[in-house]
């Protein structure tokens, strides 16, 4: 089956570290997204790629940043520039007209 | 920019009966898609239901349809026999037809309690 699929489910950062998150997509979808969702909260767009080897900036970019070697995969890199990085994070592919097809989330937690 | 409101925080049901949940949001296109979203317990982003700017009647999908009143900028959900399994957040979402990203822009989320 199609879909897309984001490891680990769950992801622990130490103060200052940089952390990955996985998003894997086999819908043969362009466009990719990625959202921060803290608790309570609605979606804020982190950073979306429309084609390989292309990405933009969302609204809230700062302390994160992306790579798009592939048209299947988009990983997400938190750095330690990011200050408050505990939240779920989603991943997201586009079916023009559609809508986003979402992964199962990412729990980033700083200990 | 698009922009999308969800004033209810918080909406509960009980078992079997009807709920509608409100949005609304500000467009100055002609032509858009609107989505409902829902987010169960298990925080996967599930795609409920989406509607057509252009298309006058109002989408349905079994227990789920919506009111869509383009003038008044309004796109309701309503759930009809709300089951237990129905418990989870809603986001209301709005697209442009062609907007530079094609990103979907959310509203902040609806609460949905249901009562056995």
């Known amino acids: 089956d199609g879909g897309i699929t984001q490891s680990p489910k769950y992801l622990f950062r130490k103060e200052g570290q940089n952390v990955t998150l996985s998003c894997e997509q086999n819908l043969n979808h362009d466009a990719m997204y990625w959202y921060r969702q803290d608790p309570g909260q609605g979606l804020r767009l982190i950073y979306y790629s429309q084609i390989v080897n292309d990405f933009q900036k969302g609204d809230i970019a700062e302390g994160y940043s992306v790579s798009r070697e592939k048209k299947e995969s988009f990983p997400l890199t938190v750095t330690s520039a990011q200050k408050n990085p505990t939240a779920f994070y989603l991943c997201?592919?586009?079916?023009?007209?559609?809508?986003?097809?979402f992964g199962s989330g990412t729990r980033l937690t700083v200990v | 920019a698009q922009t999308v409101t969800q004033s209810q925080p918080e909406m509960s049901v009980q078992e079997a009966e009807t709920v509608t949940l409100s949005c609304t949001y500000d467009?100055?296109?002609?032509?858009?898609?609107l989505f409902w979203y829902k987010q169960p317990p298990s925080r996967q982003m599930i795609l409920v239901i989406r509607q057509e700017a252009y298309k006058q009647q109002n989408a349905t999908e079994n227990r789920f349809s919506v009111n869509f009143q383009k003038a008044a900028k309004s796109f309701s959900l309503k759930i009809s026999d709300s089951q237990l399994g129905d418990a989870a957040m809603y986001f209301c979402?709005?697209?442009?037809?062609?907007?530079?990203?094609?990103?979907?822009?959310f509203g902040g989320g609806t609460r949905l309690m249901v009562k056995p």
């Open positions: 997201a592919s586009l079916a023009v007209n559609y809508g986003y097809t």
């Open positions: 467009t100055s296109e002609s032509d858009y898609y």
């Open positions: 979402a709005s697209k442009r037809l062609n907007n530079a990203g094609n990103m979907l822009t």
